[in-house]
């Protein structure tokens, strides 16, 4: 049992219809229904689950359904009365696969995404997909999607080139920023972040990058409503402590004062999105600029180096920093249900080309000082 369906949008011109489907809709269609479906991408978009016979909570068998009278195809996890109430008189026509309801907290959230359902009035097409209502009527400008209901969550893909979207591995961040748990005792304990501040730095490539990430947040506002991060508020984390008491973060502090830091190149690579917000609303995007391979190895091994330390103190480490957000810098936040986090990103990469060094200004990288304790 794997998440191994691959999913892939198709659209009808005939039919003024889209569906998210792992075949062709001509496998699934009654004789006589008009079959021109195109594929809108030729990677899949997202992956399901393979059935089960009896699935159960947090799984969601996925179903087609076809409306003659609409012409449209609708996955959805609703049973048939439960979708007919909306109207349509729809027929089943097969169960694709399985969906979860709920994710568990933490690193092993971060391969999905959310599946959401956005309707088309004007079309009377219902589409789900890993993808928001903006960002399909940016794919197709005919359209006029809004939203519906996220259905759960499927399997992340890494192949389509409007997919870079994900859960944090920090979700929901219950325990503070890059803390997925909720601390046992809220009231006594608190958590805490380490962090490099960028913006204060005044080499030639921080500046440069600094440049960039301005005109990255330009970018993005140019698509809606966000929260862009430049100047002064430029950070990258090194460490976030999770849930300690006042006793044990002494102990920590000591242990990050007395550090011999030493000066770390890091270069930044390419933007995603990353999904940290709780269940209920996962609305909460943030648009995180990664460092590249060779960076992260790199700032891994110091990390590693402070963390053995603290435990060496007798000081458990909670959340180990290779289970959170890989290395990054933090571009913008957005609201994912609204905002076309896939369309803005992709704005970015063409104007900041990824792997190019494009983010310093082929300036080379960021020497690091050392880092501050919130």
């Known amino acids: 049992m794997t998440w191994n369906i691959p999913m892939f949008i198709f659209a009808s011109k005939l039919n003024s219809d889209k569906a998210l489907l792992p075949f062709s809709p001509a496998a699934y269609l009654p004789a006589g229904v008009a079959t021109d479906y195109e594929l809108v991408s030729p990677d899949p978009v997202a992956y399901i689950h393979t059935l089960e016979s009896e699935p159960s909570h947090p799984f969601m068998t996925l179903k087609l359904y076809w409306s003659e009278n609409r012409t449209d195809l609708q996955v959805s996890e609703w049973s048939l009365d439960e979708l007919n109430q909306h109207g349509g008189n729809y027929t089943w026509l097969a169960d694709l696969g399985l969906v979860s309801s709920a994710l568990t907290p933490g690193i092993e959230s971060a391969p999905f995404v959310p599946l959401v359902t956005s309707y088309d009035d004007s079309r009377a097409d219902a589409l789900a ?63 805490h972040g380490l962090r490099y501040d960028l913006g204060y730095i005044e080499s030639a490539p921080a500046v440069a990058f600094d440049a960039q990430m301005k005109k990255a947040g330009e970018i993005l506002l140019e698509y809606g409503d966000a929260t862009v991060t430049y100047g002064s508020g430029l950070h990258m984390s090194l460490n976030y402590f999770c849930c ?61 180096e402070v963390e053995d330390k603290i435990r060496a103190r007798g000081v458990d480490v909670h959340v180990p920093r290779d289970q959170q957000e890989p290395f990054h810098s933090t571009l913008a936040v957005v609201s994912g249900k609204s905002y076309p986090s896939a369309t803005g990103i992709n704005a970015v990469n063409a104007a900041i080309v990824p792997g190019s060094g494009a983010w310093t200004k082929g300036l080379g990288p960021i020497t690091l000082p050392p880092p501050v304790m919130d």
């Not at 870079?164 to 929901?172: C, G, L, R, V, Y």
Request: with cysteine.
């Open 129 to 191: 997909a890993p993808i928001n209502y903006a960002d399909l009527n940016y794919l197709d400008p005919e359209t006029s999607y809004r939203y519906g209901h996220r259905i759960g969550y499927a399997h992340q893909s890494k192949d389509c080139e409007f997919c870079e979207i994900s859960m944090s591995e920090a979700f929901p961040s219950a325990g503070g920023a890059d803390c997925p748990f909720v601390c046992e005792n809220p009231s006594t304990m608190s958590s």
């Open 244 to 304: 300690y008491s006042e006793a044990d973060f002494a102990v920590i502090d000591e242990v990050i004062h007395e550090m011999k830091w030493p000066a770390i190149n890091v270069t930044f690579d390419y933007p995603v999105w990353r999904i940290d917000s709780d269940y209920e609303a996962a609305d909460h995007y943030s648009a995180i600029v990664m460092l590249d391979e060779a960076s992260q190895a790199a700032m891994g091994g110091l990390v590693r």
